[in-house]
C-alpha cells in the first residue's frame, strides 16, 4: 500500500467510526445525546436550499422546536451510508407520529462533514411537499 493510501485509510478509518457511533445513536432515538457528543460548536446546518442555520445553540433551539412537536418515534432506519475524504452520507427514512395525531413517514439524505472529530456541517435533502411543517 503506498503512503498515500496509508494516509487516507487511517484519516477515514477515524470518521467511520465516529460516524457509526452517531448513526447508532440516532437508531436508538438518542437524538440529542448524538448532537451533543458529535457536534462542533460552531455546527452550520442547512434543509434543502435553505438559510444555513448557525452554530450549536441556534441549532438546538431548531431540534428542540421539531422534537416538541413529536408524540413518539416508530422507527428509525438507516438504509445506507458512504464515506468520501471527511463527508459522510446516510439515507434515513423515520417513522413519525406527531403530537396533533399526523403519523409520517420521513425519508431523507444527510451529508456531514468532519473536522477534528465533530461534524462541522450538515446538510439535509428530502422532499418538502411532502412534509406537512414549516420547517
Not at 503506498?2 to 457509526?20: C, F, N, Q, W, Y
Not at 438518542?30 to 460552531?42: K, P, V
Not at 462533514?113 to 428530502?126: A, I, M
Amino acid at each position: 500500500m503506498s503512503d498515500v493510501s496509508m494516509a487516507r485509510s487511517k484519516d477515514a478509518e477515524p470518521i467511520a467510526e465516529l460516524e457509526h457511533a452517531l448513526n447508532q445513536l440516532i437508531l436508538a432515538g438518542r437524538f440529542i445525546e448524538g448532537y451533543e457528543s458529535f457536534y462542533a460548536d460552531d455546527i452550520v446546518m442547512q434543509e434543502l436550499t435553505d438559510e444555513p442555520c448557525l452554530g450549536k445553540d441556534a441549532n438546538r433551539q431548531r431540534q428542540n422546536q421539531f422534537f416538541g412537536l413529536v408524540q413518539e418515534v416508530h422507527s428509525v432506519q438507516l438504509l445506507g451510508g458512504a464515506l468520501a475524504g471527511n463527508q459522510a452520507y446516510s439515507e434515513w427514512e423515520f417513522d413519525i407520529s406527531f403530537k396533533d395525531g399526523l403519523r409520517y413517514r420521513l425519508s431523507e439524505v444527510a451529508v456531514r462533514e468532519w473536522t477534528d472529530g465533530r461534524v462541522v456541517r450538515e446538510r439535509f435533502y428530502w422532499d418538502r411537499s411532502k412534509y406537512p411543517y414549516e420547517m
